[in-house]
């Protein structure tokens, strides 16, 4: 008689490969990408191209170094790259760029074993390790009119009233005329994303829609709003600004460093909505998404553990 291995769902093989499924995911990276290039100019391509370049170097030559099979093929570098590269300002130096990317690979990914292995996201962990080295580089933001622009105040710093400065309309926010990183500045293309990765299925829509929703009732109910306009102003306001959009459709449904059952992702989305309202209104930081998405990334495996579906037929070991 054969022994049966019990084991949970999913059991169906799909024809998706890492390769495909990181390939949906720079297309849908796409728009973002030349958003950033439209309004920022050449200089944001430059740091675009630099931190690709400079991930996928850097996992080369470490499997190279270290006698391990060549991952570049599977698009995976190149996505933590274009990711990294969207969570930077225009402004900064193409060495700090490469020093990241090299971070994000070495440390982050590929010492922990490389794609699959590593318990953070790496273009995240890279961002924070960059914002605590380089923090007066990481916050030079200027308006969306070119590298030559004077520098400014994101919107919301206007709204923490940690410096002065404009705040755009909601439509400028939504199109991309406002103050930012390379890849946040236009939700309207972040959405087009999103939504690219819905109709192919690359991504499940529980973490993103709960990630945002949970932030936008706290803010609502509970934030400052001490710049004078509507409540409905002040929220769309800051789910428009500070990546969230960014963070939470493209990192915050990261299959490796993210739970897989519907529950975990619903808990993990309503975390990291949370955390980056708590980071934004008790904290110094005006943003809090990265660091919101990291600290649910370490508590990831025991989300898992809890809300993983028993096998039907499980049999209970004694003792």
């Given at each position: 008689m054969?022994?049966?291995t019990?084991?949970?769902?999913?059991?169906i093989k799909?024809k998706?490969t890492?390769?495909s499924?990181m390939?949906?995911v720079i297309?849908?990276?796409?728009?973002?990408?030349?958003a950033g290039?439209?309004?920022?100019?050449?200089?944001a391509?430059?740091?675009?191209?630099t931190?690709?370049?400079a991930?996928v170097?850097?996992?080369?030559?470490?499997?190279?170094?270290?006698?391990?099979p060549?991952s570049?093929?599977?698009?995976?570098?190149?996505v933590t790259?274009?990711l990294?590269?969207?969570?930077?300002?225009v402004?900064?130096?193409?060495?700090?760029v490469?020093l990241?990317a090299v971070?994000?690979?070495?440390?982050?990914?590929?010492l922990y074993?490389?794609?699959g292995?590593n318990?953070?996201?790496?273009a995240l962990?890279?961002r924070c390790?960059?914002v605590?080295?380089?923090?007066?580089f990481?916050?030079a933001?200027v308006?969306?009119?070119?590298?030559d622009?004077?520098?400014?105040?994101?919107?919301?710093?206007v709204i923490?009233?940690?410096s002065?400065?404009?705040l755009p309309?909601l439509?400028?926010?939504?199109?991309?005329?406002?103050?930012?990183?390379i890849?946040?500045t236009s939700?309207?293309?972040?959405?087009?994303?999103f939504?690219?990765?819905?109709?192919?299925?690359?991504?499940d829509f529980?973490t993103?829609?709960?990630y945002?929703?949970?932030?936008?009732?706290f803010?609502?109910?509970?934030?400052e709003?001490n710049?004078?306009?509507?409540?409905e102003?002040?929220?769309?306001?800051?789910?428009?600004t500070?990546?969230?959009?960014?963070g939470?459709i493209f990192?915050?449904t990261d299959?490796?460093?993210?739970?897989t059952?519907?529950?975990g992702?619903?808990?993990?989305?309503?975390?990291c909505?949370?955390?980056t309202?708590a980071?934004r209104?008790f904290?110094?930081?005006?943003e809090?998404?990265s660091?919101?998405?990291?600290?649910?990334?370490?508590v990831?495996?025991?989300?898992?553990?809890?809300?993983?579906?028993?096998?039907?037929?499980?049999?209970?070991?004694n003792?």
């Amino acid at each position: 008689m054969s022994k049966l291995t019990v084991s949970s769902s999913p059991h169906i093989k799909a024809k998706e490969t890492i390769s495909s499924i990181m390939l949906d995911v720079i297309i849908a990276l796409l728009p973002a990408s030349f958003a950033g290039i439209y309004f920022f100019g050449w200089r944001a391509l430059a740091v675009i191209l630099t931190s690709v370049a400079a991930c996928v170097l850097s996992e080369f030559v470490y499997e190279k170094a270290m006698k391990k099979p060549i991952s570049v093929r599977d698009l995976s570098a190149v996505v933590t790259g274009l990711l990294l590269a969207l969570n930077l300002p225009v402004t900064i130096p193409l060495w700090m760029v490469v020093l990241g990317a090299v971070f994000a690979i070495v440390i982050v990914k590929q010492l922990y074993g490389g794609l699959g292995k590593n318990f953070v996201n790496p273009a995240l962990a890279a961002r924070c390790f960059m914002v605590i080295s380089w923090a007066s580089f990481m916050t030079a933001f200027v308006n969306p009119t070119g590298i030559d622009a004077v520098s400014t105040a994101t919107p919301l710093a206007v709204i923490k009233g940690v410096s002065e400065g404009t705040l755009p309309t909601l439509s400028q926010a939504f199109w991309g005329a406002k103050a930012g990183c390379i890849g946040e500045t236009s939700g309207a293309m972040l959405l087009l994303g999103f939504l690219y990765l819905l109709i192919k299925r690359v991504i499940d829509f529980r973490t993103p829609v709960l990630y945002i929703a949970t932030f936008a009732l706290f803010i609502y109910l509970f934030g400052e709003n001490n710049i004078g306009t509507s409540q409905e102003y002040f929220t769309l306001l800051h789910i428009l600004t500070g990546g969230l959009l960014l963070g939470a459709i493209f990192m915050a449904t990261d299959y490796v460093t993210t739970p897989t059952t519907h529950l975990g992702r619903i808990i993990f989305g309503i975390g990291c909505g949370f955390i980056t309202f708590a980071i934004r209104k008790f904290g110094s930081y005006t943003e809090g998404v990265s660091f919101a998405i990291l600290l649910m990334n370490l508590v990831s495996p025991i989300i898992e553990r809890f809300t993983i579906v028993k096998p039907f037929g499980e049999v209970r070991k004694n003792g």
